[in-house]
C-alpha cells in the first residue's frame, strides 16, 4: 500500500438496507480507500455497545446474511473498492465455511476476518478463503505474546488488522504508547500492511497512528454512532458521515 | 496449547485473539497446579470444612416406596451455599490466588455461581464482580442480595434478553478489557478450552463422592444415574466417574412450555452444532445461525448453548439427553417437598421429574441416583407466584 488508507467500518444493514446502502456509497464517495463491513450477529462479544445497538438495528429490520452478501455485490458495482468482511464464526460456520467463502468471493469480498477464531481454529477457514481468492485476516492485539506473533505472522493475508485497545470496539479518548510500539514492532516484522482499528475516533489518532508506520486506520464506532445520533434524520445522518469520513481521509493523508 | 483442546469434533477456542494469550497462561497454571500437593491439599481442605463435603447420599425411603424401586439422591443442595457450584468456584478461586490474579469476574443465571463465587472473593479476599442478567437479577433478588452481602459488586446486564447468555457475553468483554489482572470464573463446562476440562475436573468430586456412597450401600453401581442439564456442570461432574460402567446416564434439559415451541433450553435435544463464547457445541440458532433466546422457569436452565463434551456424548450415545416442561418440573418440585420434606431447586427438579418417569419402568431392587444439584430456597419467591 503506497499511500495511508482510510477505512469506515459500518454494519451492513445499520440502520436499514436503504440507508445502510447510501450510507456506504457517501463513505466512497468522500474519499474512503477501503471498507471493513460488519455482519450483524446476534452476540458480538469482541464489540462494545455501540456495534452491538448496531448489530440490533440491522437485525431488527430484517437483515441477514443473504441480504449482506447482496448489498456487498450492489457496492462493488458502484465501486471497485477493496472490501473487508468482519463476521463472528457461527455465521460462517452455520452457512457452511465453504459455502461461506465462495459466497464472499462471488459479492465481491476481498478480505474476511472472523473475530473469534484465532490462527489455531483457523484451518478450515483459510484453506475456504484460500480456494476462493479471499484474504484471511487475523488480529494482532495488545496481548499478542512474540511466538503467537510469528504464528499470526505466518498465516495472515492481505493485512494485518492490530487492536489498538486492551478490550472490546468503542471510541476511546486517546492512543496510547503502548499501541505506537506494537504498530513499530508489527512493522518490524511484516511487509503485509498494517491497520490499526478499535478505539480509534478522531483524526488526530489517526495522525499518530500513521505517523508511528501503521499503513491506514479502521474507524467503526465513531461512525456508528452517528448513525445512532440521527435516526430520526437519515439526511442528516449520511450528510454528517461524509464529512466526518473527509476529515479523517485528510488527516490519514497529511493533508490537515 | 499444550493439550487437545476438543471433545471428539466439540470444544476448541472460538474467541478474539486478545484472550488466547490468557487461555494459554490458564492451561499452563492449571496444568502445574492440578497435581501440586499444597494446592490439593488447601482445596481439600476447603471442600471438606468450608464447603461441607462430602455431601451424603440419601436413601429416599418415600419416594422408593411409592414408585417401586430404589432410589437415591446425591445432596448437592447440602453444599455450602446450596448448590454444586462451590465446588467449581473454589477451585477456580484457588487457581486465581495461585495465578496471582487480583480480581474475579463471573456471569450468573440462577444466581448460584455468582454467589458461589462472591463467598470465594470474600474467603480468598479478592474483589469480585458479578454479570447477571436483568431479568435474572428480578427473578432471583435473594442472590443478587447475599452476593452483595459478600461485598461483590453485581452489575446487571440489559442486552438480549437479559438472562444468562447475555451475562456470558458481557463477562467475555470485561475480560478482554481487564485480562492482565482479572481471572474470568466461568461457572459451567462451557466456554473455550481450557474451561470445559477445567470446570469438569473440579465438579467430578460429585461423581466421585457418589460412586463410592453408592458402593458402600448397594455394593454395585447404580442402574441409571439422571442429572439436569444447563450448561451441563453438575451432570458431567456426576457422569464422568461413570462413564465407562454399566449405567444409564440421563441428562435432563429444559423443555420450558414444549419441545415443539421455541420456548425451551433444549439444545442438545433440538439444538444443531454450532459456536457459542467459545466452543463448538450444540446451540439454539435460526438459520443464518444467530443465537437464539432460551427460555426455561428456572434460570439456570435457560441457556442456549451446552457444554462441548455433553454434545460429543450425545453424538457418541453413551448419555441420553431428555426433556422436562417447566409444568413436569413444578410437579416434582412439589412432589419432594411433600413426600421428603426436601425441596429442590428448579433446575434440579428437572432431574428429579425424569427420574420419576425412568422409575416407572424399573424393577423393585433397580437403583436410581439423582444429581440433587440445589436447594430451592433461592426459587420460593418465583415459585410462589407460579404455585397456590
Given at each position: 500500500m503506497k499511500e495511508k488508507l482510510f477505512v469506515p467500518f459500518v454494519v451492513v444493514g445499520d440502520p436499514d438496507y436503504d440507508t445502510s446502502k447510501k450510507i456506504i456509497m457517501k463513505m466512497i464517495d468522500e474519499g474512503a480507500d477501503m471498507l471493513e463491513l460488519g455482519f450483524a450477529f446476534s452476540d458480538p462479544i469482541a464489540d462494545g455497545p455501540t456495534i452491538q445497538l448496531a448489530d440490533k438495528r440491522a437485525l431488527d429490520n430484517g437483515g441477514c446474511v443473504d441480504s449482506s452478501f447482496k448489498m456487498i455485490k450492489e457496492i462493488k458495482g458502484y465501486s471497485k473498492i477493496p472490501v473487508s468482511l468482519l463476521v463472528y464464526s457461527n455465521l460462517v460456520y452455520k452457512r457452511g465455511i465453504d459455502k461461506f467463502y465462495a459466497d464472499a468471493s462471488d459479492a465481491g469480498v476481498d478480505y474476511v476476518l472472523v473475530a473469534d477464531?484465532?490462527?489455531?481454529?483457523?484451518?478450515?477457514?483459510?484453506?475456504?478463503?484460500?480456494?476462493?481468492?479471499?484474504?484471511?485476516?487475523?488480529?494482532?492485539?495488545?496481548?499478542?505474546?512474540?511466538?503467537?506473533?510469528?504464528?499470526?505472522?505466518?498465516e495472515v493475508c492481505g493485512y494485518v488488522y492490530l487492536v489498538s485497545v486492551l478490550g472490546v470496539t468503542g471510541a476511546r479518548s486517546g492512543v496510547s504508547d503502548s499501541t505506537l510500539?506494537?504498530?513499530?514492532?508489527?512493522?518490524?516484522?511484516?511487509?503485509?500492511?498494517?491497520?490499526?482499528?478499535?478505539?480509534?475516533?478522531?483524526?488526530?489518532?489517526?495522525?499518530?497512528?500513521?505517523?508511528?508506520?501503521?499503513?491506514?486506520?479502521?474507524?467503526?464506532?465513531?461512525?456508528?454512532?452517528?448513525?445512532?445520533?440521527?435516526?430520526?434524520?437519515?439526511?442528516?445522518?449520511?450528510?454528517e458521515i461524509g464529512e466526518f469520513v473527509r476529515g479523517m481521509k485528510d488527516a490519514v493523508c497529511g493533508n490537515f | 496449547m499444550k493439550m487437545d483442546t476438543r471433545f471428539g469434533k466439540f470444544g476448541g477456542m472460538f474467541v478474539p485473539e486478545t484472550l488466547m494469550p490468557a487461555l494459554e497462561e490458564l492451561e499452563g497454571a492449571y496444568v502445574r497446579l492440578k497435581d501440586d500437593e499444597?494446592?490439593?491439599?488447601?482445596?481439600?481442605g476447603l471442600l471438606s470444612d468450608y464447603a461441607g463435603r462430602p455431601t451424603p447420599l440419601y436413601f429416599a425411603r418415600n419416594l422408593s416406596r411409592k414408585y417401586g424401586c430404589r432410589i437415591y439422591l446425591k445432596r448437592e443442595d447440602l453444599v455450602h451455599t446450596g448448590a454444586?457450584?462451590?465446588?467449581?468456584?473454589?477451585?477456580?478461586?484457588?487457581?486465581?490466588?495461585?495465578?496471582?490474579k487480583t480480581r474475579l469476574i463471573a456471569e450468573t443465571g440462577a444466581g448460584q455461581h455468582g454467589v458461589a463465587t462472591a463467598v470465594v472473593g470474600a474467603l480468598l479476599g479478592i474483589k469480585t464482580c458479578v454479570f447477571m442478567g436483568v431479568?435474572?437479577?428480578?427473578?432471583?433478588?435473594?442472590?443478587?442480595?447475599?452476593?452483595?452481602?459478600?461485598?461483590?459488586?453485581?452489575?446487571?446486564?440489559?442486552?438480549?434478553?437479559?438472562?444468562?447468555?447475555?451475562?456470558?457475553?458481557?463477562?467475555?468483554?470485561?475480560?478482554?478489557?481487564?485480562?492482565?489482572?482479572?481471572?474470568?470464573?466461568?461457572?459451567?463446562?462451557v466456554?473455550?478450552?481450557?474451561?470445559?476440562?477445567?470446570?469438569?475436573?473440579?465438579?467430578?468430586?460429585?461423581?466421585?463422592?457418589?460412586?463410592?456412597?453408592?458402593?458402600?450401600?448397594?455394593?454395585?453401581?447404580p442402574n441409571a444415574i439422571?442429572?439436569?442439564?444447563?450448561?451441563?456442570?453438575?451432570?458431567?461432574?456426576?457422569?464422568?466417574?461413570?462413564?465407562?460402567?454399566?449405567?444409564?446416564?440421563?441428562?435432563?434439559?429444559?423443555?420450558?412450555?414444549?419441545?415443539?415451541?421455541?420456548?425451551?433450553?433444549?439444545?442438545?435435544?433440538?439444538?444443531?452444532?454450532?459456536?457459542?463464547?467459545g466452543s463448538l457445541s450444540y446451540?439454539?440458532?435460526?438459520?443464518?445461525?444467530?443465537?437464539?433466546?432460551?427460555?426455561?422457569?428456572?434460570?439456570?436452565?435457560?441457556?442456549?448453548?451446552?457444554?462441548?463434551?455433553?454434545?460429543?456424548?450425545?453424538?457418541?450415545?453413551?448419555?441420553?439427553?431428555?426433556?422436562?416442561?417447566?409444568?413436569?418440573?413444578?410437579?416434582?418440585?412439589?412432589?419432594?417437598?411433600?413426600?421428603?420434606?426436601?425441596?429442590?431447586?428448579?433446575?434440579?427438579?428437572?432431574?428429579?421429574?425424569?427420574?420419576?418417569?425412568?422409575?416407572?419402568?424399573?424393577?423393585?431392587?433397580?437403583?436410581?441416583?439423582?444429581?440433587?444439584?440445589?436447594?430451592?430456597?433461592?426459587?420460593?419467591?418465583?415459585?410462589?407466584?407460579?404455585?397456590?
Open positions: 477464531v484465532p490462527v489455531e481454529e483457523a484451518g478450515p477457514f483459510v484453506e475456504a478463503a484460500k480456494k476462493y481468492g479471499v484474504d484471511a485476516v487475523f488480529i494482532v492485539a495488545q496481548t499478542t505474546t512474540s511466538s503467537r506473533m510469528s504464528l499470526i505472522l505466518r510500539e506494537l504498530v513499530r514492532k508489527v512493522k518490524r516484522e511484516t511487509k503485509i500492511p498494517v491497520l490499526v482499528g478499535f478505539g480509534v475516533s478522531e483524526p488526530a489518532h489517526a495522525r499518530k497512528l500513521v505517523s508511528a508506520g501503521a499503513d491506514g486506520v479502521i474507524v467503526g464506532s465513531a461512525i456508528v454512532k452517528i448513525i445512532e445520533r440521527n435516526l430520526s434524520d437519515k439526511e442528516k445522518m449520511v450528510e | 499444597g494446592f490439593k491439599k488447601e482445596l481439600g454444586h457450584k462451590i465446588n467449581n468456584t473454589l477451585g477456580q478461586g484457588l487457581l486465581a490466588k495461585y495465578m496471582g431479568e435474572d437479577i428480578e427473578r432471583q433478588k435473594l442472590n443478587v442480595f447475599r452476593m452483595k452481602l459478600c461485598g461483590a459488586e453485581v452489575v446487571p446486564v440489559a442486552s438480549g434478553a437479559g438472562t444468562l447468555k447475555d451475562a456470558v457475553n458481557e463477562a467475555l468483554r470485561d475480560w478482554i478489557g481487564n485480562v492482565r489482572n482479572t481471572y474470568y470464573v466461568l461457572g459451567s463446562v466456554g473455550p478450552h481450557p474451561y470445559p476440562m477445567i470446570v469438569r475436573d473440579f465438579q467430578r468430586v460429585i461423581g466421585e463422592e457418589t460412586k463410592k456412597q453408592i458402593m458402600k450401600v448397594e455394593g454395585r453401581c439422571v442429572a439436569c442439564v444447563g450448561g451441563g456442570s453438575n451432570s458431567i461432574g456426576m457422569f464422568f466417574e461413570f462413564l465407562s460402567d454399566d449405567v444409564k446416564l440421563y441428562g435432563v434439559e429444559a423443555a420450558g412450555l414444549g419441545m415443539d415451541t421455541n420456548k425451551h433450553g433444549a439444545s442438545l435435544c433440538k439444538g444443531e452444532p454450532g459456536i457459542l463464547h446451540i439454539l440458532q435460526d438459520k443464518d445461525g444467530q443465537i437464539n433466546e432460551a427460555y426455561s422457569i428456572s434460570a439456570g436452565l435457560d441457556y442456549p448453548g451446552v457444554g462441548p463434551e455433553h454434545s460429543a456424548l450425545k453424538d457418541s450415545g453413551r448419555v441420553e439427553y431428555v426433556g422436562i416442561t417447566d409444568k413436569e418440573a413444578l410437579s416434582a418440585f412439589k412432589e419432594l417437598s411433600v413426600l421428603e420434606g426436601i425441596i429442590p431447586a428448579l433446575e434440579s427438579a428437572h432431574a428429579v421429574a425424569y427420574a420419576f418417569k425412568v422409575a416407572e419402568k424399573m424393577k423393585k431392587d433397580d437403583v436410581i441416583v439423582v444429581n440433587l444439584s440445589g436447594r430451592g430456597d433461592k426459587d420460593m419467591e418465583h415459585v410462589m407466584k407460579v404455585v397456590k
